[in-house]
């Protein structure tokens, strides 16, 4: 018997875009209500620029959502507040505690950013290269919703060539992912950018031991704890994993296996999460090859498409060493540099000493979602 597939619209998505939106994003809120958030985003870089983020959004007053209409709305105040928030926390010298597209992926160069914290060029195609990556996998959720349908109906030839497709997919993001170095420099993105998409879980070692309170004006708020921005939460991954059977084990073995999977999910937007619990209830294509096989028409596919899987995998691990851990000794070297240089008169005397466990890199190194750097 055929399973009930999910239907996309059913959970704001298409076939076309994927988990993206299908519509432009609006560039601005147009409700004049909201002008006050808009003025801060439009100059975000000069305001960080000049350190005066955290009096700016203190003065800002409290500002209803009863004037947001659409999703689309909603989406673009949620960018507005989660780009305010990161900025407020990461925004001065010492981290604060308390606060209150359609476009081919082919042609990255024609897309733009709505909003960055630094005004660089990195900074955007940074973002730009995950949109990208979002826009070109998203063929793959009908693809594979088709190729479930066709197993139930005992169709092996339909499977196999979805997991074809599949496999030229996986390629095409791969290669999508390694243009981040033709204009993402490594050390501005280490050095300028990462700091403002830290989140504030795992940060006790850049000051943040409790995480943050948000101060909604209700006297009895406690800290909170969240994860930054990261690829980990993208629901597209997700999907790819489930259709395929991939499953995650952790290198710490005291945790749940599925742990830091569905902590992740809890960043997602709320119907794509349960359009992900929904595939999960029949995502089938892992076991439909074990049932059968002796019949190399599936297994060669698949194998394919899981190296190819693990391909795209491995060179993000790449990226990640040469964004960050090869930054961070860089850093490191150079602090340590500038520390015997500050720390020593002209006539050699010691004047004061550093401890390297004052030095936020040496608490260890962290993804951008508060988990350690490789398990993903």
């Known amino acids: 018997m055929a399973p009930l597939i ?10 076309e875009t994927g988990f993206l939106p299908a519509e432009v994003p609006p ?76 476009e081919s992926t082919d042609h990255l160069e024609e897309m733009t950013t709505l909003v960055t914290f630094t005004g660089t060029a990195d900074e955007k195609w940074f973002y730009l290269i995950s949109v990208a990556i979002e826009r070109a996998g998203a063929p793959v959720i009908p693809l594979m919703l088709e190729a479930i349908v066709a197993h139930y109906a005992g169709d092996l030839s339909t499977v196999a060539t979805a997991l074809h497709t599949f496999t ?3 390629d095409r993001i791969t290669a999508i992912l390694l243009r981040m170095y033709e204009r993402c420099r490594p050390y501005v993105f280490y050095n300028h950018i990462r700091r403002f998409i830290a989140g504030s879980k795992n940060m006790a070692g850049a000051g943040l031991p409790n995480g943050v309170i948000y101060d909604i004006g209700l006297g009895s708020e406690e800290y909170r704890q969240y994860g930054g921005g ?55 294509i892992h ?24 391909n795209l995998r491995n060179k993000h691990i790449h990226l990640v060493t040469r964004y960050i851990v090869i930054q961070s000794h860089k850093s490191r070297t150079l602090l340590g540099a500038e520390r015997l240089l500050t720390s020593q008169t002209t006539s050699g005397t010691i004047i004061r000493s550093i401890s390297p466990n004052n030095n936020p890199e040496n608490e260890g190194l962290h993804g951008t979602a508060g988990s350690s750097m490789m398990p993903f």
Not at 245 to 264: A, I, K, L, Q, S
Not at 287 to 309: H, I, K, N, Q, W
């Open 6 to 15: 999910p239907v996309l619209r059913d959970f704001g998505m298409t076939a």
């Open 168 to 170: 030229k997919i996986l």
């Open 287 to 310: 076991e439909f090859l074990t049932s059968c096989r002796s019949d190399g028409r599936l297994s060669a596919p698949y194998s394919a498409c899981v190296s190819a899987l693990a």
């Open 27 to 102: 560039a601005t809120l147009l409700n004049p209500y909201y002008e006050k958030w808009e003025t801060i985003l439009a100059n975000l870089p000069a305001i960080i620029g000049d350190h005066r983020i955290r009096v700016v959004v203190d003065e800002l007053p409290v500002l209803s959502t009863a004037h947001l209409r659409t999703c689309a709305e909603w989406r673009r105040a949620y960018v507005l507040l989660a780009f305010m928030s990161h900025a407020y926390i990461w925004g001065g010298t010492i981290p604060s505690e308390p606060t209150t597209p359609a």
């Open 230 to 284: 990261s690829n980990a939460q993208s629901s597209l991954f997700h999907f790819f994993d489930i259709v395929l059977g991939v499953e995650h084990h952790p290198t710490d073995t005291t945790r749940p296996r599925d742990n830091f999977v569905h902590e992740m999910r809890s960043y997602m937007p709320g119907p794509h999460h349960r359009f992900l619990e929904d595939v999960s209830k029949i995502a089938n």
